[in-house]
């Protein structure tokens, strides 16, 4: 494929280089995460989603199943059924809706059990990380890793943009809740 703009079509195309780049990215955490996946699964009985989802919860006292979503890196629904059955073994639970909030703004916390699940399996998850991919970088490339994927979040995650902002406020619900909130 030609570099740049063609006269054409005005279209910016990805040059050799960035393309192989942009599948490579693409492949390769996708791989990743099915291969994490999988043996989190099968070691742990919690996928890699979940155990992002029991992650997030771990670290705040309540959250919004639509803030959970964002954290979570996953669409809504997937967030969703993904919680029910993190409700149904015990290690998530829904707190009592307010008056007129719908599914999507339910607050959610993790369990007791939740957060022995989640250090149970803490350990395998950080063995197949470190197996996978940390051990196999140098410090400079995980420097580099690191600033560029946090450059990318900021870049898509602009509190300006309304859009999958990833900076958050407690503040407190109806009835003296303590909660977490997206900044405006």
């Not at 919690?46 to 670290?59: A, P, Q």
């Not at 998850?125 to 450059?151: I, K, N, P």
Request: no cysteine; hydrophobic share 40%; aromatic share 4%.
């Amino acid at each position: 494929m030609a570099s740049g703009v063609t006269e054409s079509d005005g279209v910016p195309w990805l040059d050799e280089l960035e393309m192989a780049a942009w599948r490579a990215f693409i492949d390769g955490s996708w791989h990743l995460t099915a291969v994490i996946n999988a043996e989190m699964q099968e070691e742990s009985g919690v996928g890699h989603t979940e155990y992002r989802i029991l992650v997030v919860l771990s670290e705040h006292p309540e959250l919004r199943m639509s803030e959970l979503a964002v954290h979570g890196l996953s669409t809504p629904s997937t967030v969703s059924r993904l919680v029910t059955r993190l409700v149904e073994i015990g290690h998530v639970e829904r707190l009592p809706a307010l008056e007129g909030v719908d599914a999507r703004n339910r607050y959610v916390r993790i369990t007791p059990a939740g957060r022995e699940s989640l250090h149970s399996a803490a350990a395998k998850h950080v063995r197949h990380v470190r197996s996978h991919l940390v051990d196999h970088l140098t410090r400079d490339e995980l420097t580099v890793l690191r600033d560029v994927f946090e450059g990318l979040r900021d870049r898509l995650g602009r509190p300006e943009s309304g859009r999958f902002s990833t900076r958050r406020a407690r503040v407190s619900r109806p009835g003296g809740d303590a909660a977490i909130e997206p900044l405006k």
